[in-house]
């Protein structure tokens, strides 16, 4: 089986996801770093792996690990290692810890952060009206960042003050380019500034998610604190960078696509559709990180060792003929059926998914509606990707807003 090695700087992730299909349903990989793992690449194999209990989270199952083979300061290390949280844990351990975060992520209580997500986009919006006219704006930093990262934030009763510390530090965690010296001092102002959070919300406690597992911990669900840190942690992290990264994934499919951008802003193509497609398409996640097989596994025609990691390259199962024809490489807003597994399966799935979904169908059509003549302000071909082996991450998205709706149109 040939090894194929991820590209640290993501320079061409539609062809390397493309390679990983056509080595089969299972590839070998090597991670930035010299660590070499598997990759699942193919849709119904992914979902069965995602439910087979044989694929395990614990770290100490992997061979390399207990070999030595790991180094603490490997720029990856804070996504194979990250603490105790459901991301690291199996079985009891990860329907207690899982239970507690879905309560209060279901599809019902999401919903009720409509109005706060309505008044958060329409602020955006506003700053970006107020912009110098006929300059390029990064709609990333302007517009898509900040709406996940307050609404997240809010979720979880994180002041605002500690956002740019935050944005910093996720900078370095997620990113391949990491000096390996940096890594384990990240890693612990990481820790530092999450428990500083909690111990925040001990002491004062809100309406807020922290403060529920903080309850929680303390009337017999037994979280510890490093639980309790490590969770904290967890779902911030996921719960905007992944929105990011599919307001901005939208936005680019819509301006490469002026025919289904017509139809969408026409109302012939709903808005549901276009984020279900881009979830799809142009998914948020590109490779999962990672899990670990107690036992060999066959998957397709080739087997999974027992003792050796597997990741999920959720960019080339995306594209799956096998699940979605051969127009699995296009873009298609009209796409039906669209079973894509984007945000996971079985009992694993993200429970943010809902929260994702509904600050996505806020926010685009909001920008839409108020600046309809938007446009990329350069070539999508130089459009370029963040050194980020597990999400499909722009540096930026440098656009031009048009008049703004109601403005001179």
Not at 43 to 69: C, Y
Not at 262 to 269: D, P, R, T
Not at 310 to 335: H, K
Not at 351 to 362: D, F, K, T
Request: aromatic residues 6%; glycine residues 8%.
């Amino acid at each position: 089986m040939t090894r194929i090695a991820l590209d640290p700087f993501v320079t061409d992730l539609d062809g390397e996801s493309a390679a990983l299909r056509a080595a089969g349903p299972l590839a070998e990989v090597e991670l930035p770093g010299g660590v070499h793992v598997y990759a699942v690449t193919r849709h119904a194999e992914a979902r069965a792996l995602l439910t087979d209990s044989r694929v395990v989270k614990d770290i100490n199952v992997w061979n390399a690990w207990q070999r030595g083979e790991i180094p603490m300061d490997w720029p990856l290390i804070g996504l194979a290692n990250p603490g105790r949280s459901m991301l690291t844990v199996d079985g009891a351990d990860h329907r207690r810890l899982r239970t507690l975060v879905a309560q209060a992520l279901t599809v019902k209580r999401v919903e009720r952060l409509r109005a706060g997500i309505e008044a958060l986009t329409n602020a955006s919006l506003e700053r970006l009206a107020a912009l110098p006219a006929g300059a390029p704006v990064d709609l990333k930093a302007e517009f898509a960042y900040p709406l996940p990262m307050n609404v997240i934030s809010e979720l979880m009763g994180v002041d605002a003050a500690d956002h740019p510390r935050l944005k910093e530090l996720f900078e370095k965690f997620f990113s391949t380019q990491t000096p390996p010296e940096e890594v384990p001092q990240m890693m612990a102002d990481l820790g530092t500034l999450f428990t500083k959070i909690v111990d925040s919300k001990r002491a004062n406690p809100g309406d807020d998610l922290t403060s529920a597992l903080i309850a929680a911990s303390e009337d017999g669900d037994h979280l510890s604190d490093e639980e309790i840190v490590n969770t904290l942690q967890l779902i911030i992290a996921a719960g905007h960078e992944t929105t990011i990264s599919l307001i901005v994934n939208v936005v680019e499919a819509l301006q490469t696509h002026p025919e289904q951008r017509k139809k969408v802003l026409n109302g012939e193509i709903g808005w549901d559709g276009v984020i279900e497609e881009t979830l799809r398409w142009n998914t948020p996640t590109s490779h999962v990180l990672i899990r670990f097989a107690t036992e060999d596994i066959e998957v397709g025609d080739k087997i999974l060792p027992k003792g050796e990691g597997l990741i999920v390259s959720f960019g080339a199962l995306g594209r799956d003929e096998e699940q979605y024809g051969p127009t699995a490489g296009e873009f298609d807003a009209t796409r039906t059926p669209n079973r894509h597994i984007a945000f996971g399966h079985g009992p694993h799935v993200c429970p943010g998914a809902a929260l994702s979904r509904l600050e996505a169908g806020i926010a685009l059509p909001a920008l839409y509606e108020r600046f309809p003549e938007l446009d990329l302000a350069v070539p999508a071909s130089e459009l370029r990707n963040k050194p980020i082996v597990t999400q499909n991450d722009l540096h930026e998205l440098p656009v031009e807003l048009g008049c703004p709706f109601g403005h001179g149109n």
